[in-house]
C-alpha cells in the first residue's frame, strides 16, 4: 500500500489488524497496527527506511534489498 504523504515522500508500511499483542503481553490492542515506512523518491535514486517486518516482506514479494 503507497499512500502520498508531501511531495515526493509516500507511506510504504503495513496495516496488520491481526495483531493483538506485542513486546511479549507489555501491550495490548484491539484494532490492529501498523509497521510504519516511508519511501523518499528523487529521480534515479530512491531512498527507503523500511522495519524488519517490512523488509520480511519485500524479500517474501521477491524483492531485493541493496544494503546501505
Excluded: Q
Excluded at 504523504?5 to 490492542?29: A, I, M, P, Q, R
Excluded at 531512498?47 to 524488519?52: G, L, Q, Y
Amino acid at each position: 500500500m503507497k499512500k502520498p504523504v508531501k511531495n515526493n515522500v509516500s507511506w510504504v508500511g503495513k496495516v496488520d489488524w491481526e495483531l493483538l499483542k506485542f513486546h511479549g503481553d507489555d501491550y495490548s490492542t484491539h484494532k490492529g497496527s501498523t509497521y510504519n515506512s516511508y519511501l523518499i523518491e528523487e529521480g534515479l535514486r530512491n531512498a527507503w527506511n523500511p522495519t524488519e517486518k517490512a523488509k520480511e516482506d519485500a524479500v517474501n514479494y521477491g524483492m531485493k534489498i541493496a544494503k546501505a
